[in-house]
């Protein structure tokens, strides 16, 4: 548990020999043990919003009825069922990302005739998405969540806080926040350490190395749009 913790930190502070390290690895055990932390942190999110009677879907007044439908309209699954559903679908989802992003990245880094093997892209693009992810994504949904739900009184105050029911100041800045540090903050630095990382172990040139993350992390956003509400 401390190496994974000095991986996670070391993504932080150095990532460039931090990646070089996890490409020295034998296994892919820490990547699955990282991946295997959004998941936990979803599941306890729910835990702790059941625990106060509160919503884990804050989305919930946005969204149509049925929120899912897919096989052709086939498939369909109701705005009251989708939670439970979609923390069934957490560790495939868990899954799919450690495979795709690595996979579409090797793939792609072989018209540069990249150097670097499977295992060491898991790891290291491993570590390149998902601390961003744990470091913004999940800590703010555990300050912002259900604290500010019960502070304030109003069970899906993010979304409202978006739409301007706490006032324009609030809207604003809470908008910026949202848009600018939770996303696109969030998004811009995967990408970077994604690079970093691509460009470390597969030894092509930078500009391609950034070409091949953009691809593979969008190859991810696909599912990401699909699922998440």
């Known amino acids: 548990m401390r190496q994974l913790i000095r991986y ?3 993504t932080i502070v150095r990532p460039g020999a931090t990646f070089d390290a996890l490409a020295t690895e034998r296994s892919v055990r820490w990547a699955v043990m990282l991946a295997c932390l959004p998941v936990l942190q979803v599941w306890g999110n729910m835990a702790l919003h059941a625990a106060f009677g509160l919503d ?4 919930r007044p946005m969204l149509s009825d049925p929120t899912f439908v897919g096989g052709f ?3 369909r699954i109701g705005l009251a069922h989708w939670v439970p559903v979609f923390a069934g679908l957490m560790p495939l989802l868990a899954f799919l990302n450690l495979v795709i992003i690595p996979g579409v990245a090797q793939l792609m880094s072989r018209l540069w005739r990249g150097q670097g093997a499977f295992e060491q892209m898991v790891n290291a693009l491993a570590f390149a998405t998902l601390v961003p992810n744990l470091v913004i994504a999940a800590t703010s949904e555990w300050l912002f969540s259900v604290p500010l739900a019960l502070l304030s009184g109003h069970a ?27 996303a696109v903050f969030q998004y811009v630095w995967a990408i970077a ?11 092509i040139p930078m500009g391609a190395a950034i070409l091949t993350m953009l691809v593979s992390f969008a190859a991810s956003m696909v599912i990401v749009t699909t699922f998440v509400r």
């Open 156 to 182: 899906y105050w993010w979304v409202e806080a978006m739409q301007g029911k706490f006032g324009p100041t609030v809207s604003a800045i809470w908008n910026f926040y949202v848009i600018g540090v939770y």
């Open 56 to 59: 884990w879907l804050g989305t």
């Open 73 to 75: 309209g086939h498939l």
């Open 8 to 10: 996670f930190w070391g």
């Open 193 to 203: 350490l994604g690079s970093i990382a691509i460009r470390r172990i597969q030894r």
